[in-house]
């Protein structure tokens, strides 16, 4: 049984070591436990959830071969282009398959991202297509935060007929009453900046021909973030109604490759962990699911650099109070 003191120890915890939390549900056995918000945030604060996009990104992969949108994951990347055209005479690129997008194991011809040219592209998709491929070996893990995921948008963008935020509205965000409001296109430098801090806007970021981001780019609350990771507790079900099947579930959340360096093992977009699975972005955000303990945890954070570890501080501090 949690008590008030153990939930004055949590937040004296949060606050002092934690600061840029913006909120915090705990769900324990599809119960709602705990819900707290910080840094003036409510309920209804939207904000950037990085690279927890990419899992997400991961779930409607899923549901896209769910429909018969898209057939196997060892589909070659460039079948999904028909028209693209390499801009050199290389062979890797054409050895490139879907499956490696979702388990970072794509090469790229990048050593250092170039991210001011990726943040100006008029067309990401086109832009990471001609950085895809080079000298690398396919198969081999090389995470890619942001220039690389994209691919995954332009592929579930070709194969469903309509634009991602569009395709998530329909099949996962209205179902799960997630609020995520618009596509949102930048027109200066100076307006992804104030996006990065918002609290108030509700959207996911999409390039100028119509392509959400596959990386980063999603608003969410720690309320909509702890419903995803419920729904894949729950078996891909959500109040009785399938939303994405339990093979893929399975699936996307077993180990496919491995961040040696790190020692951590990957799914499809997931990070796993002794006892499950975890989305994990930047500055906190975080969506950890413990299959054992039938237990969901999201943290929405306000961006700041080299943020506390999360993953150590819901196995810490969370998941002893919430038995």
Same mark, same amino acid.
């Given at each position: ?19 840029? $939390? ?12 705990? %819900? ?43 079948? !999904? !282009? ?22 970072? $194991? ?15 592209? &008029? ?12 000298? /690398?070996?396919?198969?081999? !893990? ?17 194969? *469903?007929?309509?634009?991602?935020? %569009? ?21 200066? #430098? %100076? %307006? ?20 959400? $981001? ?9 309320? &909509?973030?702890? #419903? ?6 729950? /078996? ?45 972005? &930047? /500055? /906190? ?12 945890? *999201? ?8 943020? #506390?570890?999360?993953?150590? !501080? ?10």
């Amino acid at each position: 049984m949690t008590t008030q003191q153990d939930m004055k120890e949590l937040e004296a915890i949060i606050n002092k070591d934690y600061g840029n $939390t913006a909120g915090i549900v705990v769900l324990k056995d599809g119960e709602m436990q705990y %819900e707290q918000y910080f840094n003036d945030c409510t309920a209804e604060s939207r904000v950037h959830i990085y690279s927890v996009t990419k899992s997400i990104v991961s779930i409607l992969i899923g549901i896209a071969m769910d429909k018969g949108f898209i057939t196997d994951i060892d589909q070659k990347v460039l079948d !999904f !282009f028909p028209d693209y055209v390499p801009k050199q005479r290389e062979k890797t690129i054409q050895n490139i398959t879907l499956k490696h997008l979702l388990t970072m $194991t794509a090469p790229y011809k990048y050593k250092i991202a170039p991210y001011v040219k990726y943040f100006t592209s &008029d067309d990401m998709v086109t832009f990471t297509l001609d950085l895809l491929g080079g000298r /690398g070996k396919p198969g081999q !893990f090389r995470y890619a935060p942001l220039i690389g995921p994209d691919l995954l948008t332009g592929i579930l963008k070709q194969a *469903a007929g309509q634009s991602v935020f %569009e395709f998530a509205q329909e099949n996962l965000f209205i179902p799960l009453k997630i609020t995520a409001e618009r596509s949102i296109v930048f027109h200066s #430098k %100076e %307006e992804q900046l104030a996006f990065n801090k918002a609290t108030d806007i509700s959207g996911w970021v999409s390039d100028p021909s119509g392509t959400n $981001t596959g990386g980063w780019g999603l608003t969410l609350s720690a309320a &909509d973030m702890a #419903k995803l990771g419920q729904l894949y507790l729950n /078996g891909g079900l959500w109040n009785g109604k399938p939303i994405v099947s339990a093979e893929w579930i399975s699936e996307s959340t077993k180990e496919h490759s491995r961040w040696v360096k790190e020692n951590l093992a990957y799914g499809y977009l997931w990070w796993l962990h002794e006892d499950g699975f975890a989305a994990m972005g &930047d /500055g /906190g955000n975080v969506i950890y699911v413990n299959r054992k303990k039938n237990l969901t945890v *999201a943290i929405a954070s306000l961006f700041k650099p080299r943020a #506390k570890d999360r993953i150590d !501080f819901i196995q810490n501090y969370i998941e002893s109070k919430f038995q």
